[in-house]
């Protein structure tokens, strides 16, 4: 089985880190082929970098998939990039960290918090929630603030304000069932697990193992209507104008 796991943010430093997360529960005969947007910012971090960076980000994965020809396409970004898209034009399973983390935190717990990494990202991943009609059983979204390669480069005091953080989600928020709302922030769930006591959830491990559980199972989106091919032939949708 191979699993394209694409990053849409141009970091290659965020890159080790997911490729890191993908890799730490995987069957042993899955293959992770990773991929870093060859354009874009290396900090998606609104919903401006957002726009501007799928784009290409949409274009490298297609290309990934024609070369690689993976079973599976896990989208490495906490946030919209471009998930509803990929599912029209491709077959094989494509699975959005932030759509598989929060489907999953919903069977651990009555309720679940988001916790990404910058306070003025909040509302962004607010709406990510409602676009995922996941309302009922989110208790919040919160941020420490720190941008999304400092939160790889920077470990020990990002994993001590993810812990404070997480002890204020427990007392104040109701919720039972943290994730890490950004892929800056793999690697600290099993740590984040033991200091405070709740379910953390790295989204990228999670979406690689639904990945594998979808490809295994023979399961993919529907083609009936939402995610049916586009109607015009791709090239279409390339043009320069001409």
């Known amino acids: 089985m191979k699993i394209l796991?694409?990053?849409p943010n141009s970091?290659?430093?965020v890159t080790e880190v997911i490729v890191k997360s993908a890799m730490r529960n995987k069957r042993a005969e899955t293959e992770i082929i990773p991929l870093t947007n060859p354009k874009g910012t290396k900090n998606i971090d609104c919903g401006f970098a957002d726009?501007?960076?799928?784009?290409?980000?949409q274009r490298a994965v297609l290309d990934a998939v024609e070369n690689h020809q993976p079973d599976a396409v896990v989208l490495a970004g906490f946030g919209n990039v471009g998930v509803f898209a990929l599912k029209e034009v491709l077959a094989i399973p494509v699975i959005s960290i932030s759509e598989a983390a929060q489907t999953i935190a919903c069977m651990l717990g009555h309720k679940y918090t988001v916790l990404t990494m910058l306070k003025q990202f909040i509302p962004?991943?607010?709406?990510?929630?409602?676009?995922?009609?996941f309302e009922n059983k989110c208790a919040s979204v919160r941020a420490i603030n720190v941008n999304v390669e400092n939160?790889?480069?920077n470990r020990e005091s990002t994993l001590n304000e993810l812990?404070?953080?997480i002890l204020k989600i427990a007392e104040q928020d109701g919720a039972e069932v943290v994730i890490l709302g950004c892929a800056g922030l793999c690697g600290y769930d099993e740590?984040?697990?033991r200091l405070t006591g709740l379910p953390v959830l790295d989204p990228?491990?999670?979406a690689v193992k639904v990945a594998e559980m979808m490809v295994e199972t023979h399961l993919t989106h529907s083609k009936k209507c939402k995610f049916n091919f586009p109607p015009q032939q791709l090239d279409a949708y390339f043009s320069d104008g001409e």
């Open 191 to 193: 740590e984040l697990q």
């Open 124 to 133: 962004y991943q607010e709406d990510l929630v409602r676009l995922y009609r």
């Open 51 to 57: 726009y501007q960076s799928v784009w290409s980000f």
């Open 11 to 13: 970091s290659k430093i």
């Open 163 to 165: 812990k404070e953080e």
């Open 5 to 7: 796991v694409a990053n």
């Open 151 to 153: 939160c790889v480069t």
């Open 204 to 206: 990228v491990v999670v």
